[in-house]
């Protein structure tokens, strides 16, 4: 599975847990984001394996302190047990990464 389809299941996984919170109040959130932990993990590793991607150095230091900084949150709201702070780690943190390879618009078309 490359990167695209990979964003694209993260993408389809960060909607479902988010809009059921925020439309349907499905407070399941800590639940859902940890049956999706492994796919997370799969896709943020993908970034810390080395500057692949042609990168200044000191772009690629800050892309990879963002990576931690989202896996650092995750777990944190995970062992909290804080809804707010998954919510923030899935739809702002998370989706900056999924954007890298996949747009909104070509996921919803």
Excluded: H, P, S
Aim: hydrophobic letters at 45%; proline letters at 0%; one cysteine or more.
């Amino acid at each position: 599975m490359d990167m695209e389809e990979r964003a694209k299941e993260l993408w389809a996984i960060v909607d479902t847990v988010c809009a059921g919170y925020y439309i349907f109040k499905d407070e399941k959130v800590i639940e859902k984001a940890q049956k999706a932990a492994g796919q997370i993990q799969e896709y943020c590793i993908f970034f810390l394996q080395g500057n692949i991607f042609g990168m200044k150095e000191e772009e690629y230091r800050e892309l990879c302190g963002y990576v931690m900084q989202v896996l650092e949150d995750f777990v944190e709201a995970v062992e909290q047990q804080d809804t707010v702070l998954m919510l923030d780690v899935l739809d702002y943190g998370l989706r900056e990464l999924i954007e890298l390879y996949a747009k909104k618009d070509e996921i919803e078309a």
